[in-house]
């Protein structure tokens, strides 16, 4: 046995080193563990109290079950700090949601320790359920195991996954991380062992005894037993709801105590019934006092000083694009008794925290439920409400069924603020706002809106709320505006009409969203080149403004579309519309910009959108590469 003066974290680069480990020695790695993921970091950035809650489980689940033979998945995958540090990436931790770096996620080409990709919540137990069940079928070992939050447990997904499980058996374990004592009563000494007892053979054997014992009683007596049985355990242990819905529940037992865990997970491990929900409680930010102090517990931080704790600030700039829309729903409430506020688990990353201060009564977190939100909005706005449904543009792809279902079909007017559209950076492709101009724009009744810039979003909002017709949407992106003023009294946007920006004769770019400051950075390099150039800022990609585009495609010699969003979106349409009004056969150039075909990794925002070629040295090498071809062709047909 290494003393305890050795690095142990120096020994162990995957798990089947620290299985050759001492239970005794299990402390003193785990302590390494945690100082390990600070250090990382406070290098980094990223998140942090949801790794630290979980350094003595990941320990455990690695020291007792056979990964990667047993498939470990974790719900969302950013408390995966530790665990990619015990499987092989430790060497390689400081490069966390850098480019070409490893992801703050778990990921499937990384390693053969992730089985399962992740970053949206209550997947978890869905997938563990896909590998236990393929394992079965193919009569070959290894168990499916979840680690799922107890925040992640109020996503509906979660439960239609526990109602299926009874097939897995023994072979799919759940692990309930609760850090939020949401759930959990009291734990100690007693829960704990109780936890231990209950998980044990001998108690599961006398279980199933008794249990075909009652199959041969009268029914009366049977289900007598059978209630006995979930009384008893309900009043010492908890676990009620998992057991209906087909569980065996162990817990709630102390996460943090490594004494508790290894015996309970190596008695669930070896466990002939199943499905199995192992209850822990732990603590985010564990083991780090700035973390523990702090009210988000480190949830996601900057950079920031190990010893205090003191994050790196960047420095100050324009208001973030998040609190210019909260700032001016508060105003538009405070003149609408009508409007209302939801969001799904994000009330500060949407800038909704503001609203929620000023009319606690008329907003509303759901909890990680989209699909939930979403229709419960239809319900408001068909009961003559005006709510506002502020999502990131990641997660409301979850609920496109009730977009397209709830809310389209029946034309009901709710507004949708899509936050994080566009790329996002360090979170990657996971929770890049790729899509919904593209997923938007193509249902019938919809209004989609793109914010150039944060006054622009300030007049969008307003539109929005003053909006009956039908569902209106408008998207902005993650961080900082350019820095224009903000209007003092909002403009109410006339539906479907843009804006011209600078005026040129040759070349046109057309805008989307807030690639409108390359697109005004490109018309100055071209204008240096001699070629005039229109940059007009079309705002709406659902209803095009039809008028604009014509004029603009048929006076200049080359037009370009710019977005950021997928092929699909505001380009698509365009041509969609050039085509159908017969524009396209008189040999018009028109060529369009939008995101690649590709799902983008973790990187600064302008390195990937300069990847993508959506900046201005990608726009003027477009229209020059455009007016090359236009002078071959003239040259051919002469």
């Not at 603590?283 to 996601?300: I, L, Q, R, T």
């Not at 700032?327 to 800038?351: F, H, N």
């Not at 009004?581 to 990187?603: A, K, S």
Request: glycine share 10%.
């Amino acid at each position: 046995m290494a003393s305890s003066a050795t690095p142990l974290l120096d020994t162990v680069s995957t798990p089947t080193d620290l299985r050759k480990l001492h239970p005794d020695q299990l402390r003193q790695l785990a302590d390494e563990l945690r100082t390990e993921t600070i250090s990382a970091v406070g290098t980094t950035g990223g998140h942090l109290g949801s790794g630290l809650g979980v350094v003595e489980l990941t320990t455990a689940i690695h020291y007792v079950f056979d990964t990667p033979r047993d498939r470990l998945v974790w719900d969302v995958g950013h408390q995966c700090y530790p665990h990619k540090i015990l499987t092989g990436r430790r060497d390689r931790i400081r490069t966390l949601r850098q480019g070409g770096g490893l992801s703050g996620f778990t990921k499937r080409s990384e390693s053969e320790y992730d089985p399962f990709g992740a970053a949206h919540s209550s997947t978890s137990i869905s997938a563990a359920l896909g590998f236990a069940i393929a394992n079965k079928i193919a009569g070959t070992p290894g168990k499916g195991i979840a680690v799922i939050g107890d925040g992640a447990m109020s996503a509906g997904m979660a439960y239609e996954a526990m109602n299926n499980a009874a097939q897995a058996g023994n072979r799919l374990v759940v692990i309930l991380n609760d850090n939020d004592m949401s759930i959990a009563p009291p734990v100690g000494g007693l829960s704990a062992y109780l936890s231990r007892i209950v998980s044990s053979r001998e108690f599961l054997g006398f279980r199933d005894l008794a249990r075909k014992l009652a199959k041969r009683l009268p029914k009366p007596i049977a289900d007598g037993i059978r209630k006995t049985d979930e009384l008893a355990r309900g009043m010492t242990m908890g676990g009620t709801l998992f057991e209906e819905l087909g569980f065996y529940y162990v817990g709630p037992i102390d996460g943090h105590n490594l004494e508790h865990l290894i015996p309970v997970l190596e008695n669930v491990r070896d466990a002939e019934e199943g499905p199995v929900l192992v209850h822990v409680v732990t603590k985010k930010g564990k083991g780090y006092a700035p973390a523990e102090a702090a009210a988000d517990k480190y949830h996601g931080v900057q950079k920031f000083d190990v010893i205090s704790g003191v994050q790196t600030k960047a420095p100050p700039g324009p208001p973030q694009y998040q609190n210019v829309f909260g700032a001016q729903l508060v105003a538009e409430a405070a003149k609408d008794p009508r409007i209302c506020a939801i969001t799904a688990a994000m009330p500060s990353g949407t800038g909704l925290d503001a609203f929620a201060k000023a009319y606690p009564d008329r907003f509303f977190d759901v909890g990680i439920a989209e699909q939930h939100g979403v229709t419960f909005a239809a319900g408001l706005a068909a009961q003559g409400m005006r709510p506002f449904c502020a999502i990131y543009s990641t997660f409301l792809q979850r609920a496109y069924d009730q977009v397209v279902h709830d809310v389209a079909i029946q034309n009901l007017p709710v507004r949708f603020a899509i936050d994080r559209a566009g790329l996002v950076g360090a979170d990657g492709a996971t929770h890049a706002g790729s899509f919904d101009v593209t997923y938007l724009a193509t249902l019938p009744n919809f209004v989609v809106m793109a914010a150039a810039d944060e006054a622009e979003l300030v007049h969008m909002t307003h539109t929005a709320a003053q909006y009956d017709t039908g569902p209106i949407a408008v998207r902005y992106p993650r961080g900082n505006g350019t820095g224009v003023a903000l209007p003092e009294t909002p403009e109410l946007l006339e539906i479907g009409k843009g804006r011209v920006v600078r005026e040129g004769k040759t070349v046109a770019i057309l805008s989307l969203g807030t690639r409108l400051e390359e697109a005004l950075k490109a018309a100055e390099i071209l204008e240096a080149k001699g070629l005039s150039t229109t940059v007009a800022d079309l705002r709406f990609a659902k209803p095009l403004d039809v008028d604009l585009i014509r004029k603009l495609l048929t006076t200049h010699e080359v037009a370009v579309t710019i977005e950021e969003n997928s092929v699909g979106g505001f380009g698509a349409h365009v041509l969609t519309m050039a085509s159908d009004e017969g524009l396209l056969d008189g040999g018009l150039t028109v060529r369009t910009l939008r995101l690649p075909d590709v799902f983008q990794d973790q990187d600064k925002p302008e390195r990937q959108y300069a990847q993508a070629g959506l900046d201005a040295t990608a726009l003027v090498d477009t229209v020059l590469k455009a007016l090359r071809h236009n002078i071959a062709a003239a040259g051919m047909s002469a």
